[in-house]
């Protein structure tokens, strides 16, 4: 359905799978990272709207609760109301008006790494079972 009203939109692609280097191809092709989640999901900080900040993308999502709260914190995104299409707009309409705020938000997401945990600080704090876990694996 949203592939049909899209017809004809130039920027608009639906690529479906794509590889790594295909992610990257098209990420330096895009201004914004939209991460769209329905209203009540079950989730908190999926992958999606880390890859946008890692390739540089200020971060439109429909999350709230801790992806929000880092997206402001770090000024690295906004979140729209899940369902509220106005409310996206209004979001995208902001960073297309405003190449000051797009490039800021870029550029917020070598802040935002900074508030990834790490092992050394959270490890301690798990439960003995899962502690030896990132030991064996450095890599963790």
């Not at 949203?2 to 790594?20: C, D, H, I, R, T």
């Not at 800021?104 to 490890?123: C, E, F, H, L, V």
Request: hydrophobic content about 35%.
């Amino acid at each position: 359905r949203y592939m049909e009203q899209a017809k004809g939109l130039p920027n608009v692609l639906f690529p479906g799978w794509v590889s790594a280097a295909e992610v990257d191809s098209l990420m330096e092709l895009s201004d914004v990272g939209l991460a769209p989640y329905r209203g009540g999901a079950q989730m908190s900080l999926p992958n999606k709207p880390f890859e946008y900040m890692a390739g540089g993308l200020p971060v439109v999502s429909s999350l709230e609760g801790e992806l929000q709260e880092l997206l402001e914190t770090h000024r690295c995104g906004l979140t729209y109301r899940a369902g509220d299409v106005d409310s996206l707009v209004d979001c995208l309409k902001r960073l297309q008006d405003d190449a000051d705020l797009r490039k800021s938000m870029s550029s917020a997401r070598a802040t935002s790494a900074k508030w990834r945990p790490s092992n050394s600080i959270a490890a301690p704090s798990w439960p003995p079972v899962v502690q030896p876990v990132p030991r064996r694996f450095s890599g963790c």
